[in-house]
């Protein structure tokens, strides 16, 4: 595997022909399709469409959590799709941040010793305060998850996943368990890190009210993607409606 300094190329994620294919007994279930999609650097991203459309799955393969069935996935110049287990697990530790619609915070842990944990994976982590002071969480660092609200649970996902210093951040419907308040300022939270540290965002969401929040928006309907379009007017957060 390359030393994780060859990722830091100006066109993050490529996706070549990326196919995935699961087998169900004996039907072969395709819930990604010859997918053709380049991410930049610092770029923010949503994938749009109904459930069943493939969006976990392309996360999953960008994210390292699993392997085309055909096609090349690379980052830079390294082709994901080669890896062995072990240096994919080192990528998605060292690389890659997740965010999911379910918190997944340990509940006996405060706030603070939440993001701590995720500092243990590697070598140079942002201090556990400074990543909950940069998700407006500074003062629920000694609460404990069920003394937080749905949406400060889920900014305090995206500090654990910032403490890492991902160069990339993955948000799997972040919003999908939130009432419209919460879900804009995890949303602003987002396009804060997005704008302010250069991070590349790719968010999925069945919503299609979500998608322009950012500065390009890919739509997938069975497994194939049907439109990819720049956004060059990103609504702010604030003002998302559903």
Same mark, same amino acid.
């Given at each position: 595997m390359?030393?994780m300094?060859?990722f830091?190329?100006?066109?993050?994620l490529r996706?070549?022909?990326?196919?995935r294919? #699961?087998r169900?007994?004996?039907?072969?279930?395709?819930?990604?399709?010859?997918?053709?999609?380049?991410?930049?650097?610092?770029? #923010?991203?949503?994938?749009?469409?109904?459930?069943?459309?493939?969006?976990?799955? *392309? !996360?999953?393969?960008?994210?390292?959590?699993?392997r085309?069935?055909?096609?090349?996935?690379?980052?830079g110049?390294?082709?994901?799709s080669?890896?062995?287990?072990?240096d994919?697990?080192?990528?998605?530790?060292a690389?890659?941040g997740?965010?999911?619609q379910?918190?997944? *915070?340990?509940?006996t842990?405060?706030? !603070?010793e939440?993001v701590?944990?995720?500092?243990?994976?590697?070598?140079?982590?942002?201090?556990?305060?400074? %990543?909950?002071?940069?998700?407006?969480?500074a003062?629920?660092?000694?609460? #404990?998850?069920?003394?937080?609200?749905?949406? /400060?649970?889920?900014?305090?996902?995206?500090?654990? %996943?910032?403490?890492?210093?991902?160069?990339?951040?993955?948000?799997? /419907?972040?919003?999908g %368990?939130?009432d419209l308040p %919460?879900a804009?300022?995890?949303?602003?939270?987002?396009?804060?890190?997005?704008?302010?540290?250069?991070?590349?965002?790719?968010?999925?969401?069945?919503?299609?009210?979500?998608?322009?929040?950012?500065?390009?928006?890919?739509?997938?309907?069975?497994g194939?993607?049907?439109e990819?379009?720049?956004?060059?007017n990103?609504?702010?957060? /604030?003002t998302?409606?559903w």
């Open positions: 390359p030393p300094t060859a830091n190329t100006a066109a993050v996706l070549e022909r990326a196919t294919i #699961f169900m007994g004996e039907i072969d279930v395709p819930a990604l399709v010859e997918a053709d999609l380049t991410i930049a650097a610092g770029e #923010f991203l949503t994938v749009v469409g109904p459930s069943g459309s493939g969006k976990s799955t *392309l !996360l999953n393969l960008v994210g390292g959590s699993d085309p069935t055909s096609g090349r996935i690379w980052h110049d390294c082709d994901l080669s890896l062995s287990d072990n994919l697990t080192e990528y998605r530790r690389i890659v997740f965010i999911f379910f918190y997944n *915070l340990v509940p842990l405060t706030a !603070l939440n701590q944990v995720a500092t243990e994976l590697v070598d140079n982590p942002l201090d556990p305060g400074e %990543a909950l002071d940069v998700v407006g969480l003062d629920r660092a000694g609460h #404990f998850p069920a003394q937080l609200s749905g949406g /400060e649970q889920q900014r305090a996902a995206i500090a654990r %996943a910032l403490a890492k210093r991902p160069q990339l951040l993955l948000a799997d /419907e972040p919003t %368990a939130l %919460a804009r300022k995890v949303l602003a939270t987002l396009q804060r890190l997005n704008r302010s540290q250069q991070l590349t965002v790719i968010l999925i969401t069945h919503n299609p009210a979500i998608a322009n929040v950012a500065g390009r928006v890919v739509r997938l309907a069975s194939r993607i049907v990819s379009r720049v956004n060059d990103p609504i702010a957060a /604030e998302v409606a």
